[in-house]
């Protein structure tokens, strides 16, 4: 019996979901887009789930829409939800860490850029090779390519197809972080436990202030947060001493650590 084409484990408050069909460079097939959206759909109602790290299994992160299916006559049939795996994924209220093993191109890419954060192995590359092949994108690219990495560099990846390495990637603001291939994952599950020490209700609201306030023109931004700070119910006086004691306590031990 063959794997599911979609991993998924909850391991101590974080779901890894891993693109599994490495033979074909974790294209996304319908059936790996319709296995994503009931994922997703799971994680919004689990209570227990703080974090999400999204990787690929091989090779690959992924090579994005599994081309052999655009020719099937009834693709644009296909329901609207499972289409765009891109904002499956900004739906989530938990942070998304995306750790990209290896290639990411056109959707791979455009799926890597829409999760919260990125860290790359070094044998990670990216490319967005739409123009390369006669499509353009439609699961966001365009547009928060650019916002990352400024028009010109986003015009320049878009406009010629080449590959840039994740060093480059990094330098350009699209990867937080490089590590080896070895300690990919232990780095995503790492930074996934700093997210989690966080009191979940600030951090969930926090990732909405930024992501909701991004596109506003500055002055409507602030008060766009301020809105959402008088919303946010937060812990007693009590329980920010408690927690304030406790941070104090952890950089303590991160800077004897270093």
Request: with cysteine; hydrophobic share 45%; aromatic share 6%.
């Given at each position: ?11 101590d ?28 759909k ?6 227990d789930?703080?974090?999400?790290i999204?990787?690929?299994?091989g ?6 829409m ?12 296909q ?12 739906s ?17 890419l ?9 860290i ?15 499509f ?44 080896s ?12 436990k700093d997210?989690l ?6 951090m969930?609201m926090y ?9 506003l023109p ?36 991160k800077?004897?650590?270093?």
């Open positions: 019996m063959s794997e599911p084409v979609l991993l998924v484990d909850k391991t408050g974080i779901a890894t979901l891993t693109l599994n069909r490495p033979a074909q460079r974790n294209a996304m097939s319908l059936e790996l887009r319709s296995l994503l959206q009931d994922a997703v799971d994680l919004k109602e689990d209570e789930i703080g974090v999400v999204l990787t690929g299994a090779k690959a992160f992924s090579a994005g599994d081309l052999n299916e655009l020719a099937d006559p009834d693709f644009e049939a329901p609207a939800s499972v289409k765009n795996p891109a904002v499956l994924l900004t989530l209220h938990q942070p998304v860490i995306a750790a990209i093993n290896g290639l990411a191109v056109t959707g791979g455009e799926v890597a850029v829409a999760c919260d954060i990125v790359a192995s070094t044998e990670a590359q990216f490319a967005d090779t739409h123009a390369q092949v006669g353009v994108p439609s699961w966001g690219l365009s547009q928060r390519l650019s916002r990352i990495a400024g028009t010109q560099r986003a015009k320049e990846m878009s406009l010629t197809g080449n590959f840039i390495s994740a060093q480059q990637a990094y330098e350009w603001g699209l990867v937080n972080h490089v590590v291939p070895k300690e990919l994952m232990s780095a995503a599950i790492s930074l996934a997210i020490s966080c009191v979940p209700q600030a969930f990732k909405r202030m930024i992501d909701g306030g991004f596109n500055f002055a409507e931004a602030l008060e766009y947060e301020l809105g959402m700070s008088k919303e946010y119910k937060g812990p007693s006086a009590e329980g920010i001493g408690a927690r304030r004691r406790t941070v104090q306590s952890r950089g303590k031990e800077s004897t650590k270093r």
